[in-house]
């Protein structure tokens, strides 16, 4: 296990990272992709800590996904900040042709203020969406 340090404002973007890993080797595996396919591998709101995370995660699975990672979280801060990007950043350079080919992995985290506080962990799910410029 490795011990980032975390402060307590910081948990939300480690428990998703998990999430976001998995539903990305996912996509690479179920259609024979690599990094290199996408012109950017976005994520929902990591953060500086998550996205580290995220990086070993992959890393682990002999992927680099660093020269095309984007997280939403770091680019904007806020509720919301993966659907402000997509539609205020994301989708204009694909429709523009900028972006041919983007994994767009928004995550989130499912809350409990009652397992919160006995102490469970805090599950993380993220979903994976291929946008494709024609």
């Known amino acids: 296990i490795v011990d980032y340090g975390l402060k307590d404002s910081q948990n939300m973007g480690a428990c ?12 690479m595996e179920d259609f024979g ?11 929902g709101d990591l953060g500086y800590v998550g996205q580290t995370i995220l990086f070993d995660l992959m890393r682990k699975k002999g992927l680099d996904i660093m020269n095309s990672h984007m997280d939403c979280g770091m680019a904007i801060f806020g509720c919301g900040c993966a659907a402000t990007t997509l539609a205020s950043y994301i989708l204009p350079k694909i429709s523009k042709g900028e972006w041919k080919r983007v994994l767009f992995v ?5 809350m409990s203020t009652v ?3 006995e102490g469970a962990s805090v599950p993380g799910i993220a979903h994976g969406i291929v946008i494709e410029h024609c």
């Open 33 to 43: 992709r690599k990094p290199e396919d996408y012109s950017r591998i976005i994520t």
């Open 106 to 110: 928004p995550t989130g985290a499912l």
């Open 16 to 27: 998703m990272a998990p999430a976001a890993a998995d539903t990305i080797l996912c996509n």
């Open 115 to 117: 397992s919160y506080n």
